[in-house]
């Protein structure tokens, strides 16, 4: 049928024709991007996105909510649209015994300067294993919702979470005018398994048609637990699809706010329920340590029995200016933790030890397993960590062995059932060349690890290296899965990191792999170009040196603040002694142990020659001097010495490094200032010889009060 020219359409055409262009091209991006079965050309496809266009430029009226060229580019090519947090959605530390929980209550104390006799005040609130999720509301209506992603930012899935009926659309007030409420959509463990049981009745009757040769459509999903369900349900392409899955959310926590809602964590859970959320009922003050680990008792006692499934309880500090005070460290909060129940264990037959060689050449031992259930999940393979390991525990194939699962870790072999050993069970020989390129593999003095030498010539290392360096939380390439890696290695049209930022030249070999069409190049070139131009501190971290994690890459990105800087402190930092080494060691937080890996990543050549090669593709993104320019300790160098009194040392330190100070610990020429506490020792003295500038500790709540 050829279509009615676009300038012959009446409005009711035109209203009609784009009701249609809008379901057919949202099937069709779902074909695409869901199950990369596509059922038209490209061309079609575009033509259908170019007709949806010219009729929406001549009825701009008739243009729909739901309209394709509202979700072009970005949004339509990964599925969702990226939405960046208000304020970054962080994780939990774990603790697992009234042991570790009294240490993290001893931490606080020590940071906020608290004797023993100070009570903690806690709320304890069960911990539910699902989906978290973001939720903003303006003047108390709901404008869009995220999943975590990677802390940073996540998946827009505003219209997804439209159909979860305890989801509030408006807020009773009073409410702030701006606020993001953070909460878990789960399902529960009577919905989830109705609803397996309904996928594996989907899946079976697929598995008919299919044995009758006839066309199918996107695979059955069974999901192995609740919390794959929530997820799954959530991050449905259809909101059609979510609507059918019995989805349930509790608030806990909030982001980014216009105002503080209250100053108890008590009475935040409060004013979450007269804005109309659903919050655990579970949720209770505790006004002690003793009180929390009678709670922790009673809900693991009350467990088996709740209507969701929990891993622990979360435990956070009820003041909220203390939390404040405390801030994060790292991913984590220090106000907060999840106390974890005792992880499910299980006994199954080892069948095999594989050796899997890391990025940094390490030879991990990996346990191949007979499938067990441990705890809901079917686990077949655990990590034996390294050489030692294996020969303390003196697994040897064919043993039956004692499996462990704690939360969301790897399961862990927890030691051999010695009564069931067959006769004729080996020890296990750990090998000595490295099994992907038959290297000599060494263990460095102390070092637990035994290492393959091949450096970059190992394929494994080199593979290893370039799936770190586009994963998530590095340079973060959408479309660069560990599978198309190896494809690009194997055709030997990556080698290192900056090949990746050359592939535009290689469309034509690009198109010669099975399933690799225009479009999916298309796409994966535009996101390679898009990290052209990233963070410095995922540059450093996207590197991969031994050591050096998200954390530390961004300590190095703040101090050296850009990449020019950093190559050529980290070059004359080799020389022990030297200002640059002198200034790396004096970093807080990068001990000599880090300082000596960095050393040693940039006196290797191949090393630096591939850094400079990719340096020559992407220009890392230099870090401004501060996000607090009108503090007076923007971009200064400080050191804090002595006992301070209004507040720890600890705790004065965050507050600089929040106020764009960089503090290290010793002084030198570079330091701009030294506060200085009561019986402050040499470091003041120093101060003084070499004119540096010396605060109070009054002199320093002065000028760092907000
Ligand atoms: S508070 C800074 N409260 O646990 C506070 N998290 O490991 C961060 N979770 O991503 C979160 N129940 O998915 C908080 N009552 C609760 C929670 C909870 C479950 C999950 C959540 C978060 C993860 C952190």
């Known amino acids: 049928m050829t279509p009615i020219p676009i300038d012959a359409l009446t409005e009711l055409d035109a209203a009609i024709e784009l009701a249609a262009l809008a379901r057919d091209i949202a099937r069709h991006d779902r074909l695409y991007h869901a199950k990369d079965q596509p059922e038209i050309t490209d061309a079609d496809y575009d033509a259908l996105v170019a007709r949806n266009r010219a009729i929406e430029a001549r009825f701009p009226q008739l243009i729909r909510s739901d309209s394709p060229s509202r979700r072009v580019g970005a949004a339509v090519a990964e599925g969702f649209a990226k939405s960046r947090h208000g304020e970054p959605m962080l994780s939990l530390d774990n603790v697992f015994s009234p042991e570790e929980f009294s240490d993290f209550c001893k931490r606080i104390r020590r940071f906020l300067g608290l004797a023993e006799s100070d009570a903690l005040h806690f709320v304890g609130e069960p911990k539910i294993d699902g989906l978290s999720i973001n939720l903003l509301y303006e003047n108390g209506v709901f404008i869009k919702g995220a999943t975590r992603g990677d802390g940073a930012e996540g998946e827009e899935v505003t219209a997804n979470l439209l159909t979860i009926p305890s989801l509030p659309r408006h807020l009773t007030p009073p409410f702030p005018a701006s606020i993001e409420i953070r909460g878990e959509v789960f399902m529960e463990k009577a919905d989830f398994l109705s609803f397996r049981a309904t996928q594996e009745a989907a899946a079976d009757a697929r598995e008919a048609r299919r044995a009758a040769g006839e066309k199918l459509g996107d695979a059955v999903v069974i999901p192995a637990n609740p919390r794959n369900a929530a997820a799954g349900s959530v991050r449905q392409l259809d909101a059609r699809i979510t609507a059918t899955r019995p989805l349930k959310l509790l608030a806990y926590a909030m982001g980014a706010a216009s105002e503080a809602p209250a100053e108890t964590h008590h009475d935040f859970l409060g004013a979450l329920r007269r804005w109309g959320f659903a919050v655990n009922p579970l949720s209770r003050r505790l006004e002690s340590e003793d009180a929390a680990e009678h709670f922790q008792a009673e809900i693991g006692a009350g467990r088996a029995a709740l209507p969701y499934d929990i891993d622990g309880v979360v435990y956070k500090l009820d003041r909220i200016d203390w939390q404040r005070r405390l801030g994060f460290v790292g991913r984590a909060p220090r106000w907060a933790v999840a106390w974890k129940f005792p992880a499910e264990q299980a006994v199954t037959k080892l069948?095999?030890?594989?050796?899997?060689?890391?990025?940094?050449?390490?030879?991990?031992?990996?346990?191949?397993?007979?499938?067990?259930?441990?705890?809901?999940?079917?686990?077949?393979?655990?990590?034996?960590?390294?050489?030692?390991e294996v020969t303390r525990k003196d697994v040897r194939i064919g043993d039956t062995v004692m499996l462990q699962r704690a939360g969301d870790v790897i399961p862990q072999i927890l030691g051999v059932v010695l009564e069931r050993r067959p006769a004729d069970a080996k020890p296990y020989a750990f090998p000595l060349n490295c099994p992907a390129c038959g290297s000599h593999a060494i263990r460095d003095g102390e070092d637990v690890v035994r290492r393959c030498t091949g450096g970059l010539t190992c394929p494994a290392q080199a593979t290893e290296r370039l799936r770190h360096f586009v994963s998530r939380r590095a340079m973060d390439i959408e479309g660069l899965g560990e599978e198309n890696i190896q494809t690009l290695f194997d055709a030997g049209l990556i080698k290192s990191p900056a090949d990746i930022f050359r592939l535009h030249q290689q469309r034509d070999a690009l198109a010669r792999f099975e399933g690799w069409g225009e479009r999916k190049i298309g796409k994966l070139l535009e996101a390679i170009e898009a990290r052209c131009s990233v963070a410095l501190e995922r540059f450093i971290f996207a590197l991969g040196i031994r050591r050096i994690g998200e954390q530390n890459a961004k300590l190095l990105a703040r101090?050296?603040?850009?990449?020019?800087?950093?190559?050529?402190?980290?070059?004359?930092?080799?020389?022990?002694?030297?200002?640059?080494?002198?200034?790396?060691?004096?970093?807080?937080?990068?001990?000599?142990?880090?300082?000596?890996?960095?050393?040693?990543?940039?006196?290797?050549?191949?090393?630096?020659?591939?850094?400079?090669?990719?340096?020559?593709?992407?220009?890392?993104?230099?870090?401004?001097?501060?996000?607090?320019?009108?503090?007076a300790f923007a971009g200064k160098t400080m050191v804090f010495t002595g006992t301070l009194e209004k507040m720890t040392r600890d705790e004065a330190e965050v507050l600089a490094e929040r106020l764009g100070a960089k503090v290290t610990k010793s002084v030198s020429k570079k330091t701009d200032f030294v506060v200085v506490g009561a019986d402050a020792g040499s470091k003041a003295a120093k101060a003084a010889e070499l004119g540096v500038k010396i605060l109070t500790e009054a002199e320093w709540l002065d000028l760092s009060a907000p």
Not at 352 to 378: F, H, K, S, W, Y
Not at 564 to 578: K, L, P, Q, T, V
């Open 559 to 631: 101090h050296y603040h850009n990449l020019e800087a950093w190559r050529a402190a980290m070059i004359a930092a080799h020389i022990i002694g030297s200002e640059a080494r002198e200034e790396l060691g004096s970093i807080q937080g990068i001990g000599p142990a880090i300082a000596e890996e960095l050393v040693e990543f940039f006196a290797e050549p191949r090393n630096l020659a591939a850094l400079d090669d990719l340096a020559g593709e992407v220009s890392p993104l230099a870090v401004e001097e501060t996000n607090a320019a009108d503090s």
């Open 351 to 388: 069948l095999d030890i594989e050796i899997q060689v890391g990025r940094t050449g390490a030879l991990t031992p990996r346990a191949v397993m007979e499938p067990v259930n441990v705890g809901g999940v079917v686990v077949r393979h655990a990590t034996l960590h390294n050489e030692d």
